[in-house]
Structures are given as structure tokens and as C-alpha cells.
RNA sequence: GCCGGGUUAGCUCAUUGGCAGAGCAGUUGACUGAAAAUCAACGUGUACGCAGUUCGAUUCUGCGACCCGGCA
């Protein structure tokens, strides 16, 4: 068992394409321990649409409240804890998950500038300029960072401001990783478009069945429905619903394809990375965690 | 059967007497403290068919087909 005690697997996919499932199973198997790397499974009380499963015990889920400040960082900083204390136990930390940063925060150390989101003054003046001045701001104090971002990207041209406003040092310097001292195995589930897509689709009306219009009716009669926890797919449709700017049957579809695009960005942001061995079905990714073990 | 309205991109619909354009869908990409977020790029389709008017018709006229209303 000793040879467990410094490396990870991590199992990455679209949406719906099962990852949960297989690091349950994973987990049963390999004696590991499932850390979920969901930036929205987090919230309590965001059950049905964010397809939290419960019936296994899984760790980063419900762990703050709606109106709770929770970012990468926070991410880092828990599941960090979490991985060494199972070296410790000699057991297998399974990370399992569709939020691609929070992934990569863990496993490639990526070193976030300690620089908190909520300098609030700061960042209310910012947030009254155009994107313009925002981005001739940027570009004088950090042209490489600027090269990076696309002009018209308010939020992420703000964030590189601030950054290198408060920490006097430019935000493109921050970039960098501390790698990571265990020993990653990464796997990521194949699927197909259309096959994603049917499912998601068949996913989303069993969420309605299951009571996703009562369970969005009552977190926003609870929390202030302007809560980041609210941008969330299968709630902001809803909210729209319940506010009759949309039929139910409207919404409904705007949840499909809303998450159809989800899985497109998703797919995007893991595609390119060659340490993701790929497979389609269970199994081999079985096979492919007992030969990493026993290495 | 009669009277209207319609037939244009996968869908909903604009538009124009000089070979057509939006939204949605779809596809691609970016991504280091809101990330299920945020942002960027990509639009040739027999303009229902045939005939006529015209230098030129998807646009006007006629006939036909189909669809949707209303009246019988």
C-alpha cells in the first residue's frame, strides 16, 4: 500500500459523460478517497441541477453556502489539504471533475497570485470604465498580459488590472506553476457529441421531473438571486422562468443548450492536454490505474 | 369550395427589381482568485415549382403545389 502514498488520479470529461460514477467505483477498487472538482456541486442546496450524486461519500460538496465567496484559490487551498491527508492514510485521492481550473490549480500547482478577489474599492472604480480605458490601463502596465487578453473580456482585463495594480508587480508574472510533488494519473472520458447531447437532454427533463422548478423557487425566495451561486446553468433558466421573461418549455430548452455548450468549452480547455489518457470505457480505466500503482 | 395570409440557412423570421441577413442551433478557440463564469471567431442557401414582364426577379404578374387561419 506504501506505494500509493504520493500519487493521484484524476478523471476528467464533459458533463454527464459519467465521472462520478467511475471514481466511485475507482475508488471501491483502489481503496481511494473521491475529491469532487466542481465549482458548483460546492453549494448547498444546488442539488438537482448541478446533478450532485449523494449516495457516497465524496468530499468538496456542499461544503459553503450560496451567498459564501468561494474561489480557485479556496479550491487549492481544501483540496491540497485534502490529497496530503490521504497520503498520510495511505489512501488513493481521486479527483474527479468538469471545473478544468479547479483541476488544474491541484494538479499542476499553479500558483495563484495572493492577491484576493474583493479589494473591493479598487474594484468598483474599475468596473465603471469602459473596456476600452480598462484595456489602454492594461496594455501600459502589462502589454504581455494584454496580448493575452481579448479586449472586450471586462472581467478578465479587470482581474489582471488589480492584480498588478495591488501587487505593484505585473499580473503576467504571475503565470507560473510549482510543480507538484506526487505523481498524476489522468483520465478522461471519450464520448461522443450526439451521445453527450441525447443524454444531457434526457438528464435535464428528469431534473424538471425530479423538482428542479421547487428546489430554484425556494433557493431564491432563501438567498438574493443575484448571487454568482445563481449564474449557474439549470438555475439561471429557471429564475428566467419563474420571472416569466421564458415559458417553462423555453427554459427548458435553453438548459439543453446551454449545456450543450458547456460541454463544448469543456472539451476545449482538456483537449490539448497530452498528459489526459483517454478511454471510453470503464474498464480500461481500471486497467490503466493498476499499471500506474504498481509503477 | 370560397376569402385572406404564408412558403427565404437545421429552426424562428428579416430584407431587396441588381445573384440575401439576424437571432437561436451547430462548430472552433482563449482561459492562473466569479470558471456550469467570462470572452472571441465561423453564415452559399435550388429564396416551393413553372411560365411571363424586365437589360436583370428571390423581390412584380399569372398558373400550379403545399401549409396556416376565417367563412361555408
Known amino acids: 500500500m506504501s506505494k500509493k502514498s ?6 476528467v470529461g464533459p458533463t454527464a459523460s459519467g465521472k462520478t460514477e467511475w471514481a466511485k467505483k475507482l475508488a471501491l477498487k483502489f481503496n481511494g478517497k473521491v475529491i469532487s472538482a466542481d465549482s458548483r456541486q460546492i453549494y448547498r442546496g444546488f442539488d438537482i441541477g448541478t446533478g450532485k450524486d449523494k449516495s457516497f461519500r465524496q468530499d468538496l460538496i456542499d461544503i459553503i453556502e450560496p451567498f459564501e465567496k468561494f474561489t480557485v484559490w479556496d479550491y487549492q487551498q481544501l483540496a491540497s489539504n485534502l490529497v496530503n491527508q490521504y497520503f498520510s492514510m495511505k489512501s488513493l485521492p481521486i479527483i474527479a471533475g468538469g471545473t ?14 495572493g492577491v484576493k ?6 474594484r468598483k472604480k474599475l468596473e465603471k470604465l469602459s473596456e476600452n480605458t480598462l484595456y489602454e490601463k492594461l496594455k501600459k502596465i502589462d502589454l504581455a498580459a494584454a496580448d493575452k487578453i481579448d479586449p472586450k473580456n471586462k472581467r478578465r482585463v479587470i482581474r489582471a ?3 498588478s495594480i495591488l501587487s505593484k508587480k505585473p499580473f503576467s508574472e504571475f503565470q507560473k506553476k510549482l510543480k507538484p510533488k506526487f505523481k498524476t494519473l489522468i483520465i478522461g472520458i471519450k464520448t461522443d457529441r450526439e451521445t453527450i447531447y441525447s443524454k444531457i437532454d434526457a438528464r435535464v427533463e428528469q431534473m424538471v421531473k425530479d423538482g ?3 428546489e430554484v423557487r425556494g433557493l431564491i425566495k432563501k438567498y438574493q438571486s443575484d448571487l454568482p451561486a445563481f449564474n449557474t446553468i439549470g438555475y439561471k433558466e429557471i429564475i428566467d422562468y419563474l420571472r416569466g421573461k421564458t415559458t417553462l418549455k423555453e427554459s427548458i430548452l435553453n438548459i439543453k443548450n446551454n ?6 468549452r469543456q472539451e476545449t480547455w482538456f483537449k ?3 498528459d489526459i489518457k483517454w478511454v471510453s470505457r470503464y474498464e480500461d480505466a481500471e486497467k490503466l490505474t493498476h499499471k500506474f500503482l504498481k509503477k
Open 6 to 11: 504520493n500519487k493521484i488520479i484524476a478523471i
Open 100 to 113: 478544468g481550473l479547479y483541476l488544474y490549480a491541484v494538479l499542476y500547482g499553479y500558483i495563484l497570485p
Open 117 to 122: 478577489k474583493e479589494s473591493d474599492e479598487l
Open 161 to 163: 488590472l488589480e492584480v
Open 212 to 214: 428542479l422548478v421547487e
Open 259 to 264: 449545456t450543450h455548450s458547456y460541454v463544448r
Open 272 to 274: 490539448k492536454n497530452k
